[in-house]
């Protein structure tokens, strides 16, 4: 009797022994549950805004589960939202201390430095979001977008096509890529990206100007005038489409037309170099140089290294004859770096 006895006690220890695991197991799937419960709520209430529930559910789900890395970097999107940058970055940073592979933390993470100043970060941060399976179109856009602030202008295209192919209606990759390609002197290609990016977002104001832009650059100055129409019938108030527009018309000879986009855009921003120059250039076409000296002058005042003004107050000195003068001009702005006064300083060695 004894011996069934300790043969029993042997055979139930190993089962009593599993029943403690068994319940250990239990809870851990128990607070599994809940915390993935817990998340789910957290990330359904921020798709409808609603933030204040959302970090609720997100710091329960903390509670219980402070190694839980997805629910830091949910919330560190709700300070985000917030313009809570440094508890954001605080938030994304301890998602990737408990998981160092979490590609989404790394990309919030860089967006966020990105959004507050572009020198706290690098094209190498949006990098690793992509190293660590963060697949997404905007990845690659942003690394683009810090690859072409840092120069390396082809690398910014191939990371803004790999956007697009990603997401074929990307309006601001198209014209960020456009941009790109108009900088590397490719302005037909420009043309085709902007064009593209004002069909897929056709209130993109700056896609019209800049395609006006390329548009004048290979000599299309037609096509350049509608594009900054279409800029200015979007934004009345844009003094940078007026003041193109008026560009154009001038060089179409339309002398007039340039002449109300230039008054246009001086009344929206008379503190404007380019503007206040403009006008000169139109009032030396008339003959009217008194009053082309008076506006280049006043460009000077405003920007006082303005090398267009500086290179045609001399072209309008020596249409009064006053060529001693005009020289002085024209040396001063070759010096500046525009390459077009060095023409005009031929006339000054003869």
């Not at 309008?316 to 024209?330: D, F, I, P, V």
């Amino acid at each position: 009797m004894k011996l069934k006895q300790l043969l029993f006690l042997v055979l139930l220890l190993p089962v009593l022994m599993l029943s403690a695991q068994d319940t250990e197991n239990t809870e851990d799937y128990r607070l599994n549950k809940l915390a993935e419960k817990l998340y789910n709520e957290a990330v359904n209430r921020l798709m409808e805004e609603d933030y204040y529930s959302a970090l609720f559910y997100l710091d329960s789900l903390l509670k219980i589960k402070p190694d839980y890395a997805l629910a830091y970097n949910e919330r560190g999107k709700v300070y985000f939202t917030h313009e809570r940058f440094l508890d954001a970055e605080y938030e994304f940073e301890k998602a990737i201390d408990l998981d160092s592979l979490f590609g989404e933390a790394y990309f919030n993470l860089a967006f966020t430095y990105f959004t507050q100043d572009t020198s706290k970060v690098s094209s190498e941060d949006f990098s690793k979001a992509i190293e660590y399976n963060y697949i997404e179109p905007h990845a690659y856009y942003y690394r683009g977008l810090m690859k072409h602030i840092e120069g390396d202008v082809t690398g910014a295209v191939a990371d803004y096509s790999v956007a697009i192919e990603m997401n074929s209606e990307y309006a601001i990759a198209y014209h960020d890529r456009g941009t790109a390609k108009n900088t590397l002197g490719d302005f037909q290609g420009a043309i085709y990206d902007y064009r593209l990016a004002v069909t897929y977002n056709p209130e993109l104001i700056s896609g019209y100007l800049n395609m006006g832009d390329a548009k004048k650059e290979i000599g299309d100055y037609q096509g350049a005038e509608r594009d900054y129409t279409i800029a200015v019938n979007l934004d009345t108030a844009n003094f940078k489409a007026l003041n193109n527009r008026g560009a154009t018309r001038y060089t179409l000879g339309d002398l007039e037309g340039a002449k109300q986009d230039f008054s246009k855009a001086y009344a929206l921003n008379p503190e404007s170099a380019e503007i206040t120059s403009n006008m000169g250039s139109l009032e030396q076409s008339k003959g009217n140089y008194d009053a082309a000296i008076e506006w280049f002058t006043e460009s000077l005042e405003i920007d006082s290294i303005y090398a267009p003004a500086i290179l045609n107050m001399g072209l309008t000195y020596e249409l009064q004859g006053k060529l001693n003068e005009a020289c002085a001009e024209w040396k001063l702005a070759a010096e500046l770096g525009l390459t077009d006064a060095e023409e005009y300083l031929k006339e000054c060695e003869e």
